[in-house]
């Protein structure tokens, strides 16, 4: 941050002790009212990211240590951040204030990364961001401080840049934010949303598991095992869970099935090819409006049409009552071993 040095001698005034005063060079405080104070800090302003500004720059401005300190004590106009770092108000940091302090306190090279880079990418899952997360150089010895969480690291990212702001590649900032934590339903669902949004695949994200820090990385090797089978949200990783303690052959996840002309029958969430049964996870709140019940009951009379066997279940039932959806599942494939498949197939990728 360059600029012209901002001359304060023109405030002509005794030398007395305020906490509102500019310090001049010979360590006497200069007594400003406020619209004194608002040209100042409007040219502080302009030698500041969105209001924030290092201590030491404030320095080079003309402005005091001595009246940096009283200006972020209270009945100050300022807010003290982070060690050495300022913004230029009293109120309550922004996100993207909070964002360029930990970056203007890191001093070197640094990215944004884990939950927060994942809000400024757009995905909307997992937890709030508590901190702000950068990732800095190996070499960087500047600690964690506030709300800053420094990680140093061998493996720098190149930058991407949001707004300005530069965050790590999207695999990286997900995975850096998920190996924090010990939620799966948290893990599950960023991983999931990070892939369906199309901002990353299952191979980027196994590769950057295989490269980087072998820390926390137990969770998400198994979501993408989930994600693998087709898994799509929570619920459905739940279904799965449910489908193997249940004993039942390794299924298909939301694959398009056909009759034996090619006609369109369903898309289940679940389906079991061996015996041709579906297991479809129907919530009330997404189901049964007048439109999407009607859906249901058009596609619950294609799988009869074609002697197909469901099962529907509230996704709320797979952890309220796990042992009677087991139940529910083995009495299904019992009853649809029992009987002749159904003429259905799975439809080929490619085809139409």
Not at 29 to 55: N, P, Q, T
């Amino acid at each position: 941050m360059g600029g012209a040095f901002i001359n304060l001698r023109f405030m002509k005034a005794p030398p007395i002790q305020h906490a509102s005063g500019i310090v001049r060079g010979d360590g006497h405080h200069v007594l400003m009212d406020r619209g004194a104070w608002d040209r100042v800090e409007s040219e502080l302003w302009k030698h500041s990211r969105f209001g924030v500004i290092r201590a030491s720059v404030l320095e080079t401005l003309g402005i005091s240590q001595t009246t940096t300190y009283r200006q972020c004590q209270p009945g100050g106009r300022w807010r003290h951040l982070l060690p050495g770092v300022v913004m230029l108000a009293r109120s309550l940091p922004t996100t993207r204030q909070r964002i360029e302090a930990a970056l203007t306190f890191a001093k070197h090279q640094a990215v944004v990364t884990g939950f927060q880079a994942a809000r400024l990418y757009g995905l909307r899952t997992g937890p709030d961001p508590q901190f702000v997360h950068l990732l800095i150089p190996h070499e960087s010895r500047v600690l964690s401080s506030g709300f800053t969480v420094l990680e140093r690291t061998r493996f720098f990212p190149v930058a991407m840049y949001r707004d300005g702001v530069p965050l790590a590649p999207p695999p990286r900032a997900v995975l850096d934010g998920v190996r924090r934590i010990r939620d799966l339903d948290a893990v599950r669902a960023l991983l999931i949303e990070a892939v369906q949004s199309g901002q990353t695949d299952v191979d980027q994200l196994r590769g950057e598991l295989d490269t980087g820090t072998k820390r926390g990385t137990a969770l998400p090797r198994r979501v993408l095992g989930e994600i693998d089978l087709g898994v799509r949200s929570v619920a459905e990783a739940d279904a799965l869970e449910i489908w193997h303690r249940a004993g039942l052959p390794t299924p298909h996840r939301n694959v398009v099935i056909v009759d034996e002309n090619g006609n369109y029958v369903g898309m289940p969430d679940t389906w079991c090819d061996e015996v041709g049964l579906a297991w479809e996870l129907d919530s009330s709140e997404f189901h049964y409006s007048k439109d999407a019940y009607a859906r249901t009951l058009e596609r619950n009379s294609r799988y009869a049409a074609v002697g197909i066997s469901v099962v529907q279940t509230l996704p709320s039932r797979l952890r309220k009552k796990p042992d009677a959806v087991v139940a529910e599942l083995r009495a299904a494939y019992a009853a649809a071993q029992a009987r002749t498949r159904p003429p259905v197939c799975i439809r080929k990728a490619g085809s139409t």
